[in-house]
């Protein structure tokens, strides 16, 4: 690889025959452009999509009431019923491997005021395992706890805009807000911590403790859904059926009734979609090397050319003790280090072009953002050039070393 001679003679004959050598180079550059190219701009796909999952863990199961499909006991189709605190509560003591369960009750619209500062905002009644599964940061204050909860108080936290609106610059700790008529105070301000513009809802909502305002505007009994997580190591599909299926005999709903109990299985989309992403990862590997193998194929092609171009120099050379390695390792050489070079290029500048694209992207967009090329595809994408530029070369090598001296010197 290092023989001066060697290089030599190769820089010798890309520059006898430079557009034949420029062409074939260019169909390995645009292979492995469009390999970088491609699993940047999947990358970015990616990225855009699995960000709409917010932050929130991946392991969730939503769980709310519907009304039934089936008639079941005597009772009718289309009956409707609600979930409880019992119901909460059933599951809890039942149903292993649960690890937070978090109910919520909601107050649409209720009508909020500070001093001379009014507006209306959704109030959510929750347990304080709500935080750890919806990406909910503290900004000033504490998040609700079991205390609250315990003892009914009428305390809240405000989601950063509610602050803002009703607060402006002055501190909201301390301070007592009125929802629709009752009083509650203040203990803290939260901030969605997640990038999805969807879930950014939370900073515009008020928490209470869930049985402060059930007390408040419900019967204290019902509540409006609920979400657990599992326990890590725990698919929470193992925790769906259970739940559904003990919800459905406290509520009378028949065990085939589909309809009666509505879920999202947030462990199972995103399984879902990075089952997708691998997929199409491994296509646009396909695509991309399919697209590179035709160029080494061109290199193949001119190899061979070139060879029967200089069949009588390979054949005074083996006549004057030439091994069949050292021709060999020849076409090896040159074929190796025109397809590199040229791959490298088109990595560069597939990088550079992916690069760009995340400076005018970032992280800003909805469903594309933050494109890169990781340092895996960038090492696996040199290991395929080199290795392409072997097997590019290995056949016209081959064919060179078993040119016969006497043949070769009779040839025109």
Known sequence: MFDYDKWQEIFATIRKNKLRTGLTAAGVFWGIFMLIFMMGMGDGLEKGVM?????????????????????????????????TVDDINA??????????????????????????????FHVRGEWAGIQKVEALAMQEGRFLNALDEKNKRKVAVLGRIVKETLFGEESAIGQFITIDGISFQVVGVSKYDGEVRRLQEADEVIFTPLSGLMNSFGDGKHISWFVCTAAPSIPVSSIETKVKR????????SPEDDQAIGSFNLEREYQRLASLFSSIRIFLWIVGIGTLMAGVVSVSNVMLIAVKDRTREIGVRKALGATPWSIISLILLES????????????????????????????????????????????????????????????PALHAARIKPVEALRSE
């Open 51 to 83: 960000k709409e999952f917010g932050g929130r863990s991946t392991n969730s199961l939503y769980v709310w009431p519907e009304r039934t499909s089936i008639a079941y006991k005597g009772l009718p189709v289309g009956r409707g019923f609600g979930f």
């Open 91 to 120: 599951i809890d003591e039942n149903i292993d491997g649960i690890e937070i369960l978090a109910p919520r009750f909601m107050r649409h619209n209720a009508a909020v005021s500070y001093q001379s500062k009014n507006d209306k």
């Open 246 to 253: 003990l919800l459905a005999n406290r509520h009378q709903v």
């Open 336 to 395: 190796v280090f025109i397809t590199t070079l040229s791959g490298y290029v088109g990595l560069l500048l597939g990088t550079a072009i992916v690069a760009l694209i995340n400076l005018a992207v970032g992280t800003e967009g909805e469903m594309f953002n933050n494109p890169e090329i990781s340092l895996g595809v960038s090492l696996g994408s040199l290991i395929v050039l080199i290795i392409s530029g072997a097997l590019a070369g290995l056949l």
